[in-house]
């Protein structure tokens, strides 16, 4: 599997946007970007993911860089909800095992 | 509610006494996987299964049983367990196997 690489850790004010960046140099072309956050003392919860365009849902946007070797997370108002462990994975397009290969991630501290 | 549950959440028990960690998911996904956390290693897959009666292998396999009979049941089975398994156990379920993974709680396991 292709690695990430993400800051340890990262802080934001609360209601202030916040760009979480993750290097992902050795990506191949069919690899999709995936986010997934964990809250403390929860299991990991789906963010968003994206292929090569930039993508918007409820809880956040993905920003793809054109040669698709880095991408950032971006949190339009950070929450104190929002204070959690947040990562990015590539994911191979295939047919079975949907294995998601997590890192350390970026802890995230939100400040009131 | 869509949602992944785990039993039990918590477990404390002896080297070498058998036990099942179940799983259970309502949103009739065909794809469930066990992980464990640990501190330092990330998420690592255990078994995953693609289907009713087909499971396969994931990273560390070494230890752990698994059974599919039923499309939302995914239980977890330790015949053995040793101080080494000690560990965060999450079980995931997705529909088809490449789309967003729904995680449980998580169960916190320590083998004495």
């Known amino acids: 599997d292709a690695k990430t690489t993400q800051p340890n850790s990262m802080e934001s004010n609360e209601e202030e946007p916040v760009h979480l960046p993750c290097n992902h140099s050795t990506i191949s072309g069919t690899d999709y970007i995936h986010w997934y956050r964990q809250l403390p003392s929860q299991g990991p919860e789906y963010v968003i993911h994206g292929l090569t365009s930039n993508v918007n849902n409820r809880m956040a946007s993905l920003a793809i860089a054109e040669d698709r070797k880095s991408s950032t997370l971006i949190l339009h108002r950070a929450t104190l909800r929002d204070a959690a462990v947040y990562y990015c994975i590539l994911r191979a397009f295939e047919t079975s095992g949907s294995r998601l290969t997590f890192g350390e991630g970026t802890q995230l501290t939100v400040n009131p | 509610e869509a949602q992944v549950t785990q039993n039990p959440r918590y477990l404390i028990t002896v080297t070498g006494k058998k036990l099942t960690v179940t799983c259970s998911q309502n949103?009739?996904?065909?794809?469930m996987s066990w992980y464990r956390q640990d501190p330092g290693l990330g998420l690592r897959q255990i078994y995953y299964?693609?289907?009713?009666?087909?499971?396969d292998k994931g990273d560390v396999p070494e230890g752990y049983k698994v059974s599919r009979k039923e499309k939302r049941n995914f239980p977890l089975i330790l015949e053995s367990p040793s101080p080494n398994q000690t560990s965060l156990y999450f079980c995931?379920?997705?529909?088809?196997?490449?789309?967003?993974?729904?995680f449980g709680p998580g169960t916190r396991l320590t083998v004495l």
């Open positions: 949103m009739n996904h065909e794809y």
């Open positions: 299964s693609m289907n009713v009666e087909v499971t």
């Open positions: 995931a379920s997705s529909f088809q196997g490449r789309g967003e993974q729904f």
